[in-house]
């Protein structure tokens, strides 16, 4: 290993440590340290905490998260639609019993799940991941199952979805606000 | 004079060394910077421009169309150098292929000069005299561009099994469920084992590996080099046993 | 014809305007030469004199070098790019189409960008095989080895961060993909283990500067890519060319 230093300090006495910061006073030397640790780390966490609130929006643009999405009787029973696909990435699902909508997001990295008819899945295309009708994880990495989301009727009896009402948790999502009997 | 023959043959080539020898002797230890280095960083970088010019010449960089925040392509991959990361993703949830993988790779690069121990082999590209950490760190840069090659070439529409000659056209059913979750009573004592086992096989197997490197470098190299091994370990195990999770639980799983 | 060239050549020399440019004579002498290394700005990042074996190409292949030029070569066709791209998700996609179809070498700038990006990743990985084959990590280098892998970290985020840029398909869900891996982080991420944050306060969120990418994201990875980004690799490579000399230069066997 070679030593990386200046040669002539090892020999010479300016390699003795210097320790006169208020020696033989321990007290005022105490509060010496304590005083500058304190002043650093105080700055220091302003410093941050600044920075993060800083760095977080206050005002957000956007589309509303709820929408008016047409009349029950426009979805076929046992259909997923399309309609909303495209402008708000919302599946909507009618089975004989009722209506519910899924937020077309995977839960693996938020890529956009399509649907495929014919296997009758919704099918994630950047790592495979797949869920059924009912939102279950089939196949692939998805952790969770798709969110629903919150449907209710408008007072002209349209559908009235609301993206920011979402639930995955089995035994809450199949009922209430996510379910819509119809 | 024939008996002589094959001395005179053994000395010639004596002397050969010897020139060899004298020559390097003859070089000086030490060149100026100014002109012999300079000129040859000068070449290399014309011929990157070259190259570069030549390239930026024959290929477009791609661009597709506008992004459309409800439409994902399929397949959608991400830059190469992060392609291994996404096929990470297929065997782990993303807070171990998109965090913890990357996470420990950097902090594992970081500790490599700090738990070598071994002083040999500087300024030299020699395999013998540091054969354990050539091994490792070849087995983790050929995993990792592995990886990137699986998922470049053999990924395609919703990140299925395509080969490379296959057309992407051609529908292909999930076959793989890739569900199962192995009972915590096998998973948690399997991986425990797996790192304890691995911990204290080569303590007693290779007593004077552990000894040189001192124990809190043992340790530290273990646990890296056990993870690059558990890493890799879990996708033969997904794609022969469709395990999907050796521990599962409500917080979190692996 | 030639005599007058020459002479003229010697006059040249000799006036106040290129003595006061070029303080040392024509590098023909040994003396010369070292001048030339010391007074010269961007020579100067080399000592005067270089070990033999480290000027050899087939011991460093000019890799960091080669890294070094690339991100003078991005930094270059950066600035470029700059002057007809506006960071909004309304122009973001179609300045990138005027650059292919309207701005003189627009399309040529774009590809060179893109490629040196990929160049720079991969060099700089190689790099680092090559700084580890040679075991130019072990002490007294440690700490200039950690300053490497810092880099490699920043030609990473680098190229993340220029990738959305286009605003196109491949940009937005490479993008889309990538941070929502930050979403995943243990602890801090709204859907990692042991998550504490909602959506809206989670490191995706402070990342993206909303929940989806939108554009605060274009402008936050704009800003992050053409002045934090850099800024931070460039001080971390002063630091790293200043640590090669001070920690002994090219490595070299003991």
């Known amino acids: ?182 | 004079m024939q008996e002589q023959q094959p001395e005179t043959r053994i000395t010639s080539s004596d002397s050969k060394q010897k020139d060899t020898a004298s020559e390097t002797q003859k070089k000086p230890d030490k060149q100026l910077a100014f002109p012999h280095l300079v000129f040859k960083e000068f070449i290399a970088l014309m011929l990157v421009t070259l190259v570069l010019i030549i390239i930026s010449m024959a290929a477009n960089a791609p661009l597709e169309e506008e992004a459309s925040p409800t439409k994902t392509p399929n397949p959608a991959k991400a830059p190469w150098y992060f392609v291994g990361l996404q096929e990470m993703l297929v065997y782990f949830d993303p807070w171990i292929a998109g965090v913890m993988i990357p996470v420990l790779i950097i902090v594992g690069l970081m500790a490599i000069p700090f738990v070598d121990k071994n002083p040999k082999g500087v300024g030299i590209y020699c395999f013998r005299e540091r054969k354990f950490s050539f091994i490792i760190f070849t087995i983790g840069i050929v995993a990792w561009f592995g990886l990137i090659i699986f998922g470049c070439y053999f990924r395609g529409p919703s990140w299925l099994l395509y080969m490379p000659w296959e057309s992407w056209d051609i529908h292909k059913p999930v076959i793989s469920k890739g569900t199962y979750i192995l009972p915590s009573f096998i998973g948690v004592p399997a991986t425990i084992g797996y790192y304890v086992l691995g911990m204290w096989l080569p303590i007693l197997l290779a007593r004077n590996f552990y000894k040189t490197l001192g124990s809190t470098s043992y340790f530290i190299t273990m646990f890296f080099v056990l993870s690059m091994f558990g890493f890799i370990g879990k996708i033969p195990l997904r794609f022969i046993f469709d395990i999907k999770y050796i521990i599962h639980t409500p917080w979190f799983s692996i | 014809m030639i005599k007058r060239l020459k002479r003229f050549a010697e006059w040249l020399v000799r006036t106040q305007i290129w003595s006061s440019i070029f303080r040392q004579g024509w590098p023909d002498t040994e003396r010369n030469r070292i001048l030339t290394t010391i007074n010269t700005l961007v020579f100067h990042l080399h000592p005067i004199k270089v070990k033999s074996h480290g000027i050899k190409v087939k011991y460093t292949f000019c890799l960091g070098g080669i890294s070094f030029f690339l991100f003078i070569v991005e930094t270059i066709t950066g600035v470029l790019l700059m002057f007809y791209y506006r960071p909004t998700v309304e122009y973001a996609y179609q300045d990138m189409k005027d650059l292919e179809f309207a701005v003189t070498f627009g399309l040529f700038l774009r590809n060179m960008h893109r490629w040196a990006a990929h160049g720079m990743v991969l060099t700089v990985i190689i790099h680092m095989c090559r700084v580890f084959y040679t075991g130019s990590y072990k002490p007294p280098r440690e700490y200039n080895w950690c300053v490497g892998v810092s880099l490699l970290v920043l030609t990473l985020l680098l190229s993340f961060t220029g990738y959305l840029l286009p605003w196109d398909q491949l940009a937005y869900w490479a993008v889309t993909v990538g941070t929502n891996m930050a979403k995943a982080t243990p602890v801090l991420g709204a859907e990692g283990p042991f998550h504490v944050l909602s959506e809206m306060t989670d490191i995706c969120f402070y990342l993206r500067g909303s929940v989806d990418i939108s554009e605060n994201t274009l402008l936050r990875f704009y800003v992050l890519h053409c002045i934090a980004l850099p800024l931070a690799a460039v001080g971390l490579m002063g630091i790293h060319f200043w640590r090669v000399r001070k920690d002994g230069g090219i490595s070299g066997p003991l």
Not at chain 1, 28 to 48: D, E, M, Q
Not at chain 1, 107 to 130: A, D, Y
Not at chain 1, 150 to 172: C, H, N, T, W
């Open chain 1, 1 to 182: 290993m070679t030593k990386i230093g200046i040669p002539h300090m090892e020999t010479d006495n300016k390699n003795k440590p210097i320790t006169d910061i208020q020696e033989g006073y321990p007290r005022r030397r105490f509060l010496l340290i304590v005083g500058w640790a304190s002043f650093l780390f105080f700055s220091l966490l302003a410093g941050l905490l600044t920075m993060v609130d800083f760095f977080k929006p206050k005002v957000l643009f956007g589309p509303s998260n709820k929408f008016k999405a047409g009349y029950p009787d426009e979805y076929p029973a046992g259909k997923v639609s399309t309609r909303w696909m495209k402008d708000k990435g919302v599946w909507i699902v009618r089975t004989d019993r009722g209506i519910y909508a899924f937020l077309a997001i995977c839960r693996h990295l938020g890529c956009i799940v399509g649907w495929v008819e014919e296997e009758r899945l919704f099918k994630c295309p950047c790592h495979g991941s797949n869920y059924n009708l009912e939102g279950d994880v089939v196949g692939g990495p998805a952790p969770k199952p798709l969110f629903r989301l919150g449907v209710s009727f408008a007072m002209d009896g349209q559908l009235v979805i609301d993206k920011s009402v979402k639930e995955d948790r089995v035994g809450i999502r199949e009922k209430g606000q996510y379910f819509l009997p119809v």
